[in-house]
């Protein structure tokens, strides 16, 4: 059992990969290679979807993908749904502790890794609203709202089982304590994730970007959205709540990203001054992006965290949103505006109310705020100088506790127990 000082090699496990760079897990990966590198003597091994089973090493990273197929309507994603190769790849590195970003099949795949090598520590993030965003929602498109709360109530059950069998689990924010509270997940640990405020700046503004997005014609608050563009980040509630603002404000409206929805909002926003530039890959150039916009919008009822929410609080962007999931613990009356979840009526109304008299100081207030509270560096020394020796010692615990959680039997006879 490695000590808390020792080189550890870490595993992160996750469905939730981009290799364009899209989503809050892809930045959190390319973040920690940083962080690794830069400031400890650790190894790290990431294992994500990919075309193909590839390994490259590089030092102390190593870097993994696992052939799997592609997610219907999100051409960006891919699911590992055959674990074998994962299994390969974890007996061959045997990691020291294995991080799981996200809820199917790779935690069990992680789980039954352990039982095979004890020692092994566990963490789970809770990054996903799952029962909410992927189940409850799906559901009642399909089934409707009553057989919806019963698979709403199954999820909660399978995540019961599976963050019991983790060493430790951590969440992003506070709203996501009640939904694991009613998994029986207790003890848990809180992850603020970060921002590179130097790249997200205000300062990063060009008077160019509008008319690269085909919206130089348009002289009023340019509204940005960065995001896979799908119902459950709410991006057709986007649309609607566009429509709702009078002509003479003459808007423009950016959605950055991609998903199922993507092509149907593209037709659905035909003639209007919308733009779908699709993922943006880099952080210089998405920094630029809502550097050089005016107000940040979402309608996701259920995120966890919201990377994309901080990146634009740091380009100094007031945010219109929903009054659900983690937005209220970092947009308030000084930086933004929240809405009840789904009133597309009451988001358009909120644009009118801050622009322009609201907005540029509301940006201020919101670029303050990540300034004290967000950073990398703290997000990484947290996890690394307090979760991880939690769950390094819960692992040896058990170890000694023995399997089953039963004392090794000699002790009884030798008097020791």
Not at 14 to 38: D, H, M, N, V, W
Not at 126 to 140: G, N
Not at 169 to 184: A, C, H
Not at 327 to 335: H, I, K
Request: a neutral charge; glycine letters at 8%.
């Amino acid at each position: 059992m490695p000590s808390n000082t020792d080189q550890l090699l870490v595993c992160d496990l996750t469905q939730s990969y981009s290799p364009r760079g899209g989503g809050g897990i892809s930045t959190y990966l390319k973040e920690k290679r940083r962080y690794i590198e830069a400031n400890t003597n650790h190894r790290l091994l990431q294992i994500v979807p990919g075309p193909e089973t590839k390994v490259v090493e590089d030092g102390r990273l190593i870097w993994c993908e696992i052939a799997a197929g592609g997610v219907e309507n999100s051409p960006n994603y891919r699911f590992i749904t055959k674990t074998g190769p994962v299994r390969e790849v974890l007996e061959r590195y045997r990691p020291d502790i294995i991080e799981s970003l996200c809820p199917w099949v790779l935690p069990w795949t992680a789980i039954n890794h352990r039982r095979h090598h004890p020692q092994t520590a566990l963490v789970a993030g809770y990054r996903t609203d799952f029962p909410e965003a992927q189940v409850h929602r799906v559901a009642v498109k399909i089934f409707g709202k009553h057989l919806a709360r019963f698979w709403r109530w199954q999820a909660c059950c399978y995540g019961e089982i599976t963050y019991r069998e983790f060493d430790r689990v951590y969440v992003l924010g506070e709203d996501s304590i009640p939904t694991l509270t009613r998994m029986k997940v207790h003890d848990v640990d809180r992850l603020k994730l970060g921002v590179h405020s130097d790249i997200f700046h205000p300062g990063k503004a060009d008077p160019a970007f509008r008319e690269e997005m085909g919206l130089a014609h348009t002289k009023g608050p340019l509204l940005i959205y960065a995001g896979r563009i799908d119902y459950e980040k709410g991006a057709d509630q986007l649309i609607e709540m566009f429509r709702k603002l009078p002509k003479e404000l003459d808007a423009a409206l950016v959605m950055f990203g991609d998903g199922r929805l993507t092509e149907e909002l593209k037709a659905q926003s035909e003639g209007l001054p919308i733009a779908f530039p699709g993922f943006q890959q880099g952080r210089e150039e998405m920094a630029r992006a809502l550097a050089s916009s005016d107000v940040y919008v979402s309608a996701m009822p259920s995120e966890t965290f919201g990377i994309s929410i901080i990146e634009a609080q740091a380009c100094g962007l007031p945010v219109i949103g929903v009054n659900s999931g983690a937005m209220p613990s970092r947009v308030s009356p000084e930086n933004g505006v929240l809405v009840p979840v789904g009133d597309v009526d009451a988001m358009a109304q909120a644009v009118l109310d801050i622009w322009p008299d609201r907005a540029t100081a509301m940006g201020r207030e919101a670029r303050a705020l990540v300034e004290r509270e967000y950073s990398w560096d703290a997000t990484f020394n947290h996890l690394f100088d307090t979760i991880y020796p939690k769950a390094l010692d819960a692992a040896a615990a058990r170890v000694r506790r023995g399997p089953l959680g039963f004392r090794p039997i000699y002790k009884f006879f030798n008097g020791t127990a």
